[in-house]
């Protein structure tokens, strides 16, 4: 007796198609479909009817994979609502979800060997103190049902200890735990301190993990051992069959946004997540996102806050230097230089951080004007220290850089501003005695370079450490007694509505690295702009009330989370092919609920020697923008529809302008 089955094969761009089977297949089961010519892994959906009307013959399931379902049912929900809400097929939406093992169709002949499940140990917690309890307390009452919180609490307030308390309780009751972070590597001391407090291994997944391994991991997560997963975005979709809390860390992060292929927001899908598994989620943060306090005004998330630093310590102060008419040595102002001199006399630690990495950002011939750009993307190569010296920090392209100016001739050469390189340079010549300890993506490359320069600032010594983005994520290094924040302008002045939001998070989240150790720390931000509005309130504003601020200015200008926003890239290598494509969607937007912009040019107009252009859909009801954009995407498959050479991308929510 054959029964039907629906079933989302992985790798194609197809709907989730039917096949037939003698086996009493579980929704959730992984299977191996024909589809043409090849074999593919794909997922029961559901059992249905026989089609009655099949065009085609329907084909055989080949094979199951799995004895038990590898996603039960309120799993597969949360996926078809991601493939519903991004807009995305099952064929891409398996590739995303699914580790690349367990969708290969010839299975490993040396199958990884089963993980154990990790034992639980006596915790040892520390007391939390009235705040944290009252947090802590507040959010076990609602383990068992769905209810989401956002735990707001300054940097050092213990965040991490109220984590490990709901952890334990949930393990005790021995369900599984979810904890989401936006990037592992810089957060390995706070895995440590967890397993150590928990007395418990965690469950690691995340980037710098081999196939084999989460495979491994995936078979142990769905057998439903009480455990605590701990990974990056794509953790996400991990089998838990007994989960019993979510929690997602420094939920404001970027990172927990997907930039290719199925754009998802890890943090949505996890809100939602929770809600299908009927488990608390709690969003954690010292600067939560606009979007997360928007949603505490409308009741959807419940805040829970914690105004003191756990240890007593007091914030640091923050003061501007006025960067106007100064004598500059580079980008370093004469106050930023006396007052790292003075902190390294008194034996603390300086964090400078400059979000730029290499060593300048222009180089161009100082006799004819002429700079050296990337032929692929028509803007210019980043200048490095080391060979090759021109790398283009949109597409990778790297090149030695000419002796001479192919325009001129000459041999005369001009940097223009300045990356981490240069600056580290010139903290070098200032403080020769004294070590200046670079992060950023070039300095991090290789296995353990990172762990081996915390361990280097964990050791307290005076040092300068000079950084990007990469040193504002949940550090806690005890010695740093001053933070200089080199360029508040250039966030100032970008075209990125979301660009002081993100100034804001950063600023505060790179102070919260001053001053935990015993003395109050102190934060300066260099600016031309010290009366500018928002530099004010950088430094006399918390930043809750920073964030209500803007999001009124989000409100009465209709931006999100005031409305519901995407965007449609088209790319080619022909520009008018590219605006036709575009210009070919415009009519189906007309007569809907949904505001149009564009065709526009991308803010990266030219990548690898594709055109880029855009349009931005925005609209006040979630339901119209979703609908219009079906819409555009179905419209994308007729042959009228599609203009040749170009490829259409979406981002919903989208966090970045292309
Ligand atoms: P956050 O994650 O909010 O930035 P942490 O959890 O890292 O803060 O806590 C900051 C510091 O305070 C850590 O060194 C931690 O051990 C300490 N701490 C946290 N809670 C308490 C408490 N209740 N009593 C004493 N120290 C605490
Ligand atoms: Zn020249
Ligand atoms: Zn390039």
Same mark, same amino acid.
């Not at 407090?197 to 009480?226: D, F, I, K």
């Not at 290719?260 to 939560?288: E, F, N």
């Not at 290094?477 to 509505?497: K, T």
């Not at 189906?588 to 564009?598: D, I």
């Given at each position: 007796m054959n029964t039907h089955y629906l079933v989302a094969v992985s790798g194609t761009p197809l709907p989730a198609l039917t096949y037939a089977s003698d086996l009493m297949l579980a929704a959730g089961t992984r299977v191996l479909v024909p589809l043409g010519k090849r074999q593919l892994v794909g997922v029961v959906l559901a059992a249905i009817e026989a089609p009655t009307d099949a065009e085609y013959a329907v084909k055989s399931i080949?094979?199951?994979?799995?004895?038990?379902?590898?996603?039960?049912e309120s799993e597969l929900k949360l996926l078809a609502w991601c493939a519903g809400y991004y807009h995305a097929d099952w064929g891409r939406l398996l590739e995303t979800a699914l580790p690349p093992q367990l969708r290969l169709s010839k299975q490993p002949t040396r199958p990884a060997k089963p993980l154990k499940a990790p034992e639980l140990g006596q915790a040892a917690l520390v007391k939390l103190n009235a705040e944290q309890q009252h947090a802590s307390d507040k959010i076990a009452d609602s383990f068992g049902s769905f209810k989401a919180w956002l735990l707001m609490g300054v940097t050092g307030s213990g965040k991490t200890e109220v984590y490990a308390q709901l952890i334990n309780q949930t393990l005790q009751q021995e369900k599984q735990v979810l904890m989401l972070l936006p990037e592992i590597g810089l957060t390995a001391p706070m895995v440590s301190r967890l397993a150590q407090r928990l007395n418990t291994e965690p469950v690691l997944l995340h980037s710098e993990r081999t196939n084999s391994q989460r495979a491994q991991v995936w078979q142990l997560t769905r057998q439903g051992h009480p455990l605590l997963l701990i990974g990056t975005r794509s953790a996400i979709f991990a089998p838990l069959p007994k989960l019993g809390l979510i929690i997602v860390d420094e939920e404001h992060d970027s990172a927990y946004k997907q930039q290719d292929s199925i754009r998802y927001h890890a943090r949505d899908v996890a809100l939602m997540r929770a809600k299908q598994q009927a488990c608390p989620i709690v969003l954690g943060s010292a600067t939560p996102s606009l979007e997360s306090l928007a949603n505490v005004d409308q009741g959807k998330l419940h805040l829970l806050t914690l105004t003191q630093r756990a240890n007593q310590q007091i914030l640091p102060t923050m003061l501007t230097i006025d960067m106007r008419q100064q004598k500059l040595d580079g980008a370093l102002s004469p106050q930023l230089l006396s007052a790292v001199e003075r902190t390294l006399a008194e034996q603390g630690q300086v964090l400078l951080f400059l979000n730029r990495r290499g060593y300048s950002p222009v180089l161009m011939c100082h006799d004819c004007g002429h700079t050296l750009d @990337?032929?692929? @993307?028509?803007v210019p190569y980043t200048f490095h220290r080391h060979a090759p010296n021109l790398r283009c920090h949109h597409c990778g392209k790297v090149e030695q850089a000419p002796a001479q100016c192919p325009s001129c001739g000459s041999s005369h050469w001009h940097l223009v501003g300045q990356g981490t390189q240069k600056v580290e340079e010139a903290l070098q010549q200032h403080f020769p005695t004294t070590p200046v300890l670079r992060v950023d993506r070039d300095s991090t490359q290789g296995k353990d370079k990172l762990n081996h320069l915390f361990a280097q600032i964990r050791a307290g010594d005076p040092c300068i450490i000079l950084g990007t983005q990469?040193?504002? %994520?949940?550090h806690d290094f005890a010695g740093i007694a001053l933070v200089g924040i080199i360029d508040v302008d250039s966030a100032l002045f970008a075209r990125d509505f979301r660009s002081l939001e993100r100034l804001a998070q950063l600023v505060i989240q790179v102070s919260g690295r001053a001053g935990r150790g015993s003395q109050r720390g102190q934060v300066l931000l260099q600016t031309h702009q010290p009366h500018h509005d928002f530099v004010q309130s950088l430094l006399t504003k918390p930043y809750a009330e920073i964030a209500q601020q803007l999001l009124k200015e989000r409100s009465d200008t209709q931006l999100p989370p005031f409305s519901f926003s995407a965007w449609l890239l088209a790319e080619g290598k022909h520009l008018d092919r590219v605006q036709a494509q575009l210009e070919k969607l415009l009519p189906l937007c007309q007569h809907t609920k949904v505001q149009v912009a564009g065709p526009m040019p991308a803010?990266?107009? %030219?990548r690898q020697y594709h055109y880029r252009e855009l349009l931005w859909l925005q609209s006040e009801q979630r339901a119209a923008l979703h609908t219009t954009i079906d819409n555009l995407l179905a419209f994308l498959q007729q042959p009228e529809g599609k203009v040749t050479g170009v490829r259409v991308f979406l981002d919903v929510d989208p966090q970045d302008m292309p």
């Amino acid at each position: 007796m054959n029964t039907h089955y629906l079933v989302a094969v992985s790798g194609t761009p197809l709907p989730a198609l039917t096949y037939a089977s003698d086996l009493m297949l579980a929704a959730g089961t992984r299977v191996l479909v024909p589809l043409g010519k090849r074999q593919l892994v794909g997922v029961v959906l559901a059992a249905i009817e026989a089609p009655t009307d099949a065009e085609y013959a329907v084909k055989s399931i080949i094979s199951a994979l799995d004895d038990a379902p590898l996603w039960q049912e309120s799993e597969l929900k949360l996926l078809a609502w991601c493939a519903g809400y991004y807009h995305a097929d099952w064929g891409r939406l398996l590739e995303t979800a699914l580790p690349p093992q367990l969708r290969l169709s010839k299975q490993p002949t040396r199958p990884a060997k089963p993980l154990k499940a990790p034992e639980l140990g006596q915790a040892a917690l520390v007391k939390l103190n009235a705040e944290q309890q009252h947090a802590s307390d507040k959010i076990a009452d609602s383990f068992g049902s769905f209810k989401a919180w956002l735990l707001m609490g300054v940097t050092g307030s213990g965040k991490t200890e109220v984590y490990a308390q709901l952890i334990n309780q949930t393990l005790q009751q021995e369900k599984q735990v979810l904890m989401l972070l936006p990037e592992i590597g810089l957060t390995a001391p706070m895995v440590s301190r967890l397993a150590q407090r928990l007395n418990t291994e965690p469950v690691l997944l995340h980037s710098e993990r081999t196939n084999s391994q989460r495979a491994q991991v995936w078979q142990l997560t769905r057998q439903g051992h009480p455990l605590l997963l701990i990974g990056t975005r794509s953790a996400i979709f991990a089998p838990l069959p007994k989960l019993g809390l979510i929690i997602v860390d420094e939920e404001h992060d970027s990172a927990y946004k997907q930039q290719d292929s199925i754009r998802y927001h890890a943090r949505d899908v996890a809100l939602m997540r929770a809600k299908q598994q009927a488990c608390p989620i709690v969003l954690g943060s010292a600067t939560p996102s606009l979007e997360s306090l928007a949603n505490v005004d409308q009741g959807k998330l419940h805040l829970l806050t914690l105004t003191q630093r756990a240890n007593q310590q007091i914030l640091p102060t923050m003061l501007t230097i006025d960067m106007r008419q100064q004598k500059l040595d580079g980008a370093l102002s004469p106050q930023l230089l006396s007052a790292v001199e003075r902190t390294l006399a008194e034996q603390g630690q300086v964090l400078l951080f400059l979000n730029r990495r290499g060593y300048s950002p222009v180089l161009m011939c100082h006799d004819c004007g002429h700079t050296l750009d @990337c032929p692929a @993307c028509e803007v210019p190569y980043t200048f490095h220290r080391h060979a090759p010296n021109l790398r283009c920090h949109h597409c990778g392209k790297v090149e030695q850089a000419p002796a001479q100016c192919p325009s001129c001739g000459s041999s005369h050469w001009h940097l223009v501003g300045q990356g981490t390189q240069k600056v580290e340079e010139a903290l070098q010549q200032h403080f020769p005695t004294t070590p200046v300890l670079r992060v950023d993506r070039d300095s991090t490359q290789g296995k353990d370079k990172l762990n081996h320069l915390f361990a280097q600032i964990r050791a307290g010594d005076p040092c300068i450490i000079l950084g990007t983005q990469m040193l504002a %994520k949940g550090h806690d290094f005890a010695g740093i007694a001053l933070v200089g924040i080199i360029d508040v302008d250039s966030a100032l002045f970008a075209r990125d509505f979301r660009s002081l939001e993100r100034l804001a998070q950063l600023v505060i989240q790179v102070s919260g690295r001053a001053g935990r150790g015993s003395q109050r720390g102190q934060v300066l931000l260099q600016t031309h702009q010290p009366h500018h509005d928002f530099v004010q309130s950088l430094l006399t504003k918390p930043y809750a009330e920073i964030a209500q601020q803007l999001l009124k200015e989000r409100s009465d200008t209709q931006l999100p989370p005031f409305s519901f926003s995407a965007w449609l890239l088209a790319e080619g290598k022909h520009l008018d092919r590219v605006q036709a494509q575009l210009e070919k969607l415009l009519p189906l937007c007309q007569h809907t609920k949904v505001q149009v912009a564009g065709p526009m040019p991308a803010l990266m107009h %030219k990548r690898q020697y594709h055109y880029r252009e855009l349009l931005w859909l925005q609209s006040e009801q979630r339901a119209a923008l979703h609908t219009t954009i079906d819409n555009l995407l179905a419209f994308l498959q007729q042959p009228e529809g599609k203009v040749t050479g170009v490829r259409v991308f979406l981002d919903v929510d989208p966090q970045d302008m292309p």
